[in-house]
């Protein structure tokens, strides 16, 4: 697979992201299945793997960990703290905490389900806007300076915070939602990443599996899926925005690709130091995704697809009010 740079490394094109093997999108694969799929991922040329101390409370990185234990040499191991599931009376929650001493507990916690000594890229998953970003990026720098993880990234943080935090310590990477119908980091963070030698890490690049063409009723999602609770899948919502699939379609077999690799294949082009990390929980979907390095785009199919699908003509926020309250990118 082709590469590109992430931060100080050299990475495969294309990352994996783990998540949706254990967390968010319904139930999850067996593990003997899950952990398939991330050696699928190695043999394909795969190098960099993302997953978080909150996807599915430490079993993603248990998972991640194992998969990858024999392989540990080869690949740059991402992860992330700052948000994490913690235990109450009631059950486990889902916590926001930036505090030095959280962000330290997760780094440990962390390396011990990964069965490693250090973290390629660890992130701050989300700044916690009760801390300073500047206390939670210092607890950060110490742990780099303390040997347990290597380089620093963000996530779903404003180009003002960036700079803010890269004022304490180079920050690496940062790591939010793009595609043709989230493009945010278009306002600023693009910029400033690159003003910073920060690499932009895309998560959700196929928007939440809108631009791979399979999801036609959202009716059909189950109870416990994510994409329930975001605006742009709701019922008459999805209904406006699914009918721009039909010539976004039309430009993939114009282009000689699949849907996936059409949406993939426009952020590579947009930004030649951008990584996209796709999930999946399907070796075929997996291939097809990381086939997308290969795919030759026009800059009419790029200017097509930008006039297709963008703020404008998609229908409905990324996030609902109080997702949207949590995070500080910019808002269109």
Request: net charge negative; proline share 5%.
């Amino acid at each position: 697979m082709k590469q590109r740079q992430l931060g100080p490394y050299t990475v495969s094109a294309i990352g994996l992201g783990c998540m949706n093997l254990s967390h968010a999108y319904g139930a999850p694969p067996a593990p003997e299945a899950a952990e398939a799929l991330i050696h699928r991922a190695l043999d394909l040329g795969v190098t960099m793997f993302d997953t978080a101390a909150l996807y599915g409370f430490g079993t993603n990185e248990l998972l991640v960990g194992k998969a990858l234990k024999a392989h540990r040499s080869q690949i740059i191991l991402c992860s992330k703290g700052g948000m994490a599931g913690v235990s109450f009376p009631e059950g486990v929650k889902r916590v926001i905490n930036g505090r030095p001493e959280a962000i330290r507990q997760n780094c440990e916690e962390s390396l011990a389900r990964l069965g490693t000594d250090v973290i390629d890229l660890y992130y701050l998953h989300r700044w916690d806007k009760q801390v300073p970003i500047e206390d939670s990026v210092g607890a950060l720098s110490d742990l780099v300076r303390a040997g347990k993880i290597r380089e620093i990234g963000l996530s779903e943080v404003s180009a003002t915070t960036l700079r803010k935090a890269h004022a304490v310590h180079p920050i690496a990477a940062v790591q939010t939602e793009y595609s043709l119908w989230t493009r945010n980091p278009e306002i600023a963070v693009l910029k400033a990443c690159e003003e910073l030698a920060a690499t932009f890490v895309a998560f959700s690049p196929v928007a939440r599996g809108f631009l791979c063409g399979d999801l036609r009723d959202v009716g059909s999602l189950a109870a416990n899926d994510i994409r329930r609770a975001m605006p742009r899948f709701a019922a008459d919502t999805y209904a406006v925005n699914l009918s721009l699939f039909e010539g976004y379609q039309a430009i993939a077999r114009e282009a000689g690709c699949s849907p996936a690799q059409l949406a993939l294949a426009w952020l590579l082009h947009k930004d030649n130091k951008l990584i996209p990390i796709p999930g999946t929980q399907n070796i075929r979907h997996l291939e097809d995704n990381m086939a997308a390095a290969d795919v030759v785009l026009s800059p009419e199919h790029m200017q097509r697809l930008e006039a297709l699908i963008n703020p404008q003509t998609v229908k409905g926020a990324r996030y609902n009010v109080l997702s949207t309250a949590e995070v500080d990118t910019e808002e269109f």
